[in-house]
């Protein structure tokens, strides 16, 4: 596989592009120190995996990618952050980004990588349900219930579910076909049964499922 990697730290994408550079599946065919770099290096080798740091200085990773899926929706771009935040999370995700790593864990990047060759999505390492956040609620992949939503009636789940897809409560009320309140009172259900705070964090523990 052929990558770019972006990284505003020199010192890291010196040791990405050596460290995998190494394998013998991956070529790094460049590297660039923020988004504007991105785009541009995109354009000019259409790699098979853009490894993007989401928080650059001047263009982050979030607007180049966002560029980057417009001009070429099959791109698979991947986030690489040196700390897991629950909203960037959704944000590239709902992008249309194929994943987010943590360059810490160099050792999970590789296989990491591989799995998005193969179709998959990776939340920090993991292959996770193939979810589409394109707004308008569609979905790929069989329909589970992680443990972690076993508590819920089918109702909230059937929410906590549409929440992940990155539905709005009026999308939301619309694709269930329920009122906009019961799908508040819906939410608040979640959220006191699960112990969270707010509906990123239901999002997030869906996709953790």
């Not at 923020?34 to 785009?39: I, K, M, Q, S, T």
């Not at 897809?165 to 309140?181: C, D, Q, S, V």
Request: charged share 25%.
């Amino acid at each position: 596989m052929r990558l770019i990697v972006v990284d505003d730290d020199r010192l890291v994408v010196d040791s990405l592009k050596i460290i995998l550079g190494a394998q013998p599946q991956i070529e790094v065919v460049g590297t660039g120190a923020n988004g504007n770099d991105a785009v541009a290096l995109y354009a000019e080798h259409a790699p098979d995996i853009a490894l993007l740091d989401i928080q650059m200085p001047g263009r982050d990773g979030l607007s180049a990618a966002r560029e980057i899926l417009e001009r070429d929706p099959a791109a698979r771009v991947v986030f690489l952050t040196t700390f897991s935040d629950d909203e960037y999370i959704v944000s590239a995700l709902k992008l249309g980004a194929r994943g987010y790593l943590i360059k810490t864990d160099v050792a999970a990047i590789p296989p990491a990588l591989a799995q998005v060759m193969d179709g998959k999505r990776v939340l920090e390492g993991k292959a996770i349900e193939d979810v589409d956040f394109d707004g308008m609620g569609n979905k790929t992949g069989a329909p589970h219930r992680p443990t972690a939503f076993a508590g819920l009636t089918d109702r909230e789940f059937e929410v906590a579910e549409l929440i992940a897809r990155g539905l709005g409560n009026k999308e939301i009320a619309a694709t269930a076909y329920m009122g906009e309140g019961t799908v508040r009172n819906h939410i608040s259900s979640v959220l006191a049964k699960m112990g969270l705070r707010n509906r990123t964090q239901i999002a997030i523990a869906y996709l953790r499922g």
